[in-house]
């Protein structure tokens, strides 16, 4: 796994953020597998409690308001669930509408740069290439 700075974010701020990509995962009205995978990724990167965890995954089932995730959330923390909340969209390999107007209301919330979201998909492109040649590798070596 690769270093990050989640864990660093106080226990509020990193419970804020899980709900954030509670919210982000059911947006489409979807949970695929590779979603929920990125999820369970990110959420573990959170070092939550049992109890917090309990309640996050309840909110995958009945996620709070956009608004209602935002709230409180320091500039970091919504610059990091920024980031993971693009990885789950693309975690599919495709993001609609409602992930796009999602990700750009967060972009909005923090007064980031316009650009933002579409360097964090272009990122996140350059990112899931690097992984396949990894499994490109591993495949060439076995014949």
Known sequence: MLP????????DERFAY????????????????????MFEQRLGTALLSPDQRKLIRKALKTPPALEECLEGMSEEAGRLALRDATLMAAADGTVDDDERDVLDSIVEHFNLSSDTVERL???????YLWMQKGYDILNESSE
């Open 4 to 11: 990050d700075t989640v864990h660093k974010l106080p226990r």
């Open 18 to 37: 899980a709900r954030l990509l509670a919210f982000m995962a059911r947006v489409d009205n979807e949970l695929t597998v590779d979603e929920m995978a």
């Open 121 to 127: 998909l272009q990122w996140t492109v350059r990112g």
